[in-house]
């Protein structure tokens, strides 16, 4: 599988396209960003985008195709963009499950990192729940175990 570095801006349209708040106004909210996706045919699978806000980490966005689901896409980027950051990785998340999975806990405390337009939106903490998650970097070496178990 090669997962290759692209553009951060050419991505805003394939996250949207694939459930992710992202748009062109929008945009990313850290330093030093990076994208890096699953091309296949010339076509995006999957996704990947990180960055730094002031000194923590952060895991921006990852997609993966409605229909290439399931193959383990998620799981390359995720460890592909965990081995490129030193340090606690956090990331806000409406899909729990994905990084508890992957050995990502729920931050405490850690709520002023969700944006102000999330907060207002009619459907926060209604039919929406995004919650900051960090995997320590105590926790990172589980992500490559699991492959042995």
């Not at 748009?23 to 985008?49: L, P, W």
Request: glycine content about 8%; overall charge positive; aromatic content about 10%.
């Amino acid at each position: 599988m090669l997962i290759e570095k692209v553009d951060s801006k050419n991505l805003i349209n394939f996250y949207s396209k694939n459930n992710l708040e992202i748009d062109s106004e929008h945009g990313y909210f850290g330093t030093n960003v990076e994208s890096f996706a699953i091309v296949e045919n010339e076509i995006i699978k999957g996704a990947v985008t990180i960055s730094k806000y002031g000194k923590k980490n952060i895991l921006e966005a990852i997609a993966v195709t409605e229909d290439s689901r399931g193959q383990g896409f998620g799981k390359e980027l995720l460890k592909f963009a965990v081995g490129k950051i030193d340090g606690s990785v956090y990331t806000i998340s409406k899909e729990h499950d994905f990084y508890l999975k992957h050995n990502f806990k729920f931050a405490k405390n850690m709520d002023d990192m969700i944006s102000g337009n999330c907060k207002v939106c009619t459907e926060y903490n209604k039919g929406c729940f995004p919650k900051v998650m960090v995997l320590k970097s105590t926790d990172r070496r589980k992500l490559w175990l699991e492959d042995t178990k």
